[in-house]
């Protein structure tokens, strides 16, 4: 079976653009989490959707949104980059809530802003 | 909020050697997982475990959940154990998010 496939795996993007990164999860999974993670640090929550209703957002601006389709896959949107953005950005899916089941994690997707 | 710590922040051992690697954290939690983070950036799934102890090849964990703290030993290590080991968990009450630690850095030469 297919893991967590992300897409694009590298992108680059100027100051003040915006940027749609996409999520497929694991087939049967409900549950699509994003997180940031920048060089050097763990992981940073910024949303979790189950059942394609939002259940978690993290510290994160407005500028961050996302969403969850009837197949299960996922969208996060970042609009007016910021050169701070720059991360990877890490798509995770389970098969239920996330206190009940583990997380799967994609390669994710490197951002670069300049 | 809370607090997730790991320890130490980085290891380096010798190939065949064994490590314990600790996380401590700040109030009770739900949920708990370990995950390897390899060179390439890849984030793999060791545990999930909220209490008790899991095995799984050369590698264990144990969870104290009143203690709070969690422990992952990781036996006869080879090279291909080398990432980042991290720690996370999701606080009692708390909006589904998994809190991450730093992490722990793990060097195994051969």
């Known amino acids: 079976d297919a893991g967590v496939t992300q897409s694009p795996t590298h992108l680059i993007k100027t100051r003040g653009q915006h940027v749609t990164l996409r999520c497929s999860p694991i087939?049967?999974?409900?549950?699509v989490s994003w997180y940031q993670q920048v060089l050097g640090q763990g992981p940073q929550f910024i949303f979790q959707?189950?059942?394609?209703?939002?259940?978690g957002r993290g510290n994160f601006p407005d500028r961050f949104s996302a969403r969850q389709f009837p197949n299960y896959s996922s969208e996060l949107n970042v609009n007016a980059l910021l050169l701070g953005d720059s991360a990877l950005y890490l798509c995770?899916?389970?098969?239920?809530?996330?206190?009940?089941?583990?997380?799967?994690f994609g390669n994710g997707t490197r951002l670069t802003v300049t | 909020g809370i607090q997730v710590e790991q320890s130490p922040p980085d290891l380096i051992l010798q190939e065949g050697a064994n490590s314990t690697l600790r996380c401590n954290f700040s109030?009770?939690?739900?949920?708990l997982q370990w995950f390897h983070q390899n060179p390439w950036g890849q984030l793999i799934n060791l545990f999930y475990?909220?209490?008790g102890t899991k095995q799984n090849g050369r590698l264990s964990a144990t969870t104290v959940a009143t203690e709070r703290y969690s422990l992952l030993y990781i036996s006869s290590s080879q090279t291909t154990d080398s990432g980042v080991y991290f720690c996370?968990?999701?606080?009692?009450?708390?909006?589904?998010?998994?809190?991450f630690g730093k992490g722990t850095k793990l060097t195994v030469n051969p």
């Open positions: 996370a968990v999701e606080l009692v009450g708390g909006s589904e998010k998994l809190v």
């Open positions: 995770a899916s389970s098969w239920g809530r996330s206190r009940n089941s583990p997380l799967h």
């Open positions: 087939s049967g999974h409900k549950s």
């Open positions: 959707y189950y059942e394609k209703e939002e259940r």
């Open positions: 475990i909220p209490s």
């Open positions: 109030d009770s939690v739900n949920n």
